[in-house]
Each structure stands twice: as structure tokens, then as C-alpha cells.
């Protein structure tokens, strides 16, 4: 069965897919992502990433082009057309098409896609042997609420902890963690309490995260939400 993504309203085998070289988000960046992990075939914590979905497309002026009943049902479908039991779906919405400008038509049609990608989530090794990771500046812009597909920092961050023989980066700055590469960072401070950085600006709003802290109080845990050091 060949793989299928959906692309501006229809399900395409993937060597068919086609998005338009002024494209924004191919020539700018201008664009939103978010992923949804799927167990067993169902959609894991999918409301709140499509609350952050429609956050960052409102930041960045953006149109929703679907309901959250909307965008669940093309999720669903997409998992069921291709037969997906364990992985994520990915999303993407750019702002459309048009003749490179750094200035654009207020009413484009956005493009949107979305593809799933099988993974192992259930039983990962690092989960049971821990992983090591590499320290690196934060070079990202200003507003990393926004889930934007500008991951070019990212990218470099990642090849570094590649070439450190290393899982992940956690991304630094002014002396301060931020959060790794792609993932929520978290310390065990001396006290025993679970650490992450509080939501800002500087952080992604992670939804992985969220779940961690409903996790640990539910559990009796002891969190603080604060900056940490190196």
C-alpha cells in the first residue's frame, strides 16, 4: 500500500505530492507545524496540540483553515488510510503561494499538509539506559512560544550533538538551559524536586511537558517551575 499525505484537500501517495516552489514556508519559513503522537491507532493528547496549532497560527497572522473537529477527522482518516498503529502525524500550514516578497496578499489560501511517520513509542531503549547530551548557545529567535518550521537552529544543534556522540542538546542561554533541541528539559534538583523552566517567550509551551508536571502532582511529585543553570 503506497504511503498517503494530505495536501491542500486530497489524499496523494507521497511520490505524487507536489507543493509549489513560492511556496512561504520553502522560502521563507513562514509557516506552523505541530505533531501528534499516535498509540494503537488513536491520536494522543490531540486537543491541546491543536490549541497550540491555532495559538501559533494567530501569532503569526495566520487563518485556521479547520475546525478542531475538522482537523481530527483528517488526522484520523490519515492514520487509518495508511494503516498507522504506532508514530505521529505532522501538520503543516504555511501562509500559500506567491511570488517571493517578503510582503504578501492578506487573504491567501494556506497550504496545508500532513503526513505520518511510523515510530516506536511504547518501549524506547534511552527510557531505560538514559541518554547523554551536549550543551550549546541558543541561537533561535525571540519567539520560541511560536512552533514555527524555522528549525534551522535546531538543526545545528542536533548535528552538534551528533558529532559530541551524543542523543540531544540543551540549548543555553546567558548561562541559563532553555530546553533541548526537541524535548523539554528537566533536572532533579539536590532538593528532589522535578525542575523545568516556566513557560515564556523563551520556551516552547510543550505539551509532553504539561503532561509530565499533570503526571508528577498527580502522583504527589514536587516540581518547581523555574530557570536553571549549566
Known sequence: MPRLV???????PLDQAQIPVMDRGFLFGDGIYEVTAVLGGRLIDNPPHLA?????????GIANPHSDADWTRLQTELV???????????????????????LCPTDLPPTVAMFTQ?????DPPAA???????????????????KSV?????VLAKQAAREAG???????????????????????APSG????????????????????????????????????AV
Open 166 to 188: 551524543v542523543a540531544e542538546a540543551w540549548m543555553v542561554e546567558d548561562g541559563y538551559v532553555t530546553e533541548g533541541a526537541s524535548s523539554t528539559a528537566f533536572i532533579i
Open 80 to 102: 487509518r488510510r495508511n494503516g498507522l498503529r504506532d508514530g505521529l502525524v505532522y501538520i503543516e500550514v504555511t501562509r500559500g503561494v506567491f511570488e517571493r516578497d517578503f
Open 6 to 12: 494530505y495536501l491542500n484537500g486530497d489524499f496523494v
Open 193 to 228: 524536586r522535578i525542575v523545568t523552566r516556566p513557560l515564556s517567550t523563551a520556551v516552547l509551551p510543550g505539551i509532553t511537558r504539561s503532561a509530565v508536571l499533570k503526571l508528577a502532582e498527580r502522583h504527589g511529585l514536587r516540581f518547581e517551575e523555574r530557570p536553571f
Open 150 to 154: 524555522s528549525l534551522l537552529a535546531q
Open 118 to 122: 511510523a515510530k516506536e513509542l511504547r
Open 52 to 60: 497550540r496549532l491555532d495559538r501559533s497560527l494567530a501569532e503569526i
Open 128 to 146: 531505560k539506559t538514559g541518554v547523554a547530551v551536549v550543551t550549546v548557545p541558543d541561537l533561535r529567535w525571540k519567539r520560541r512560544d511560536i
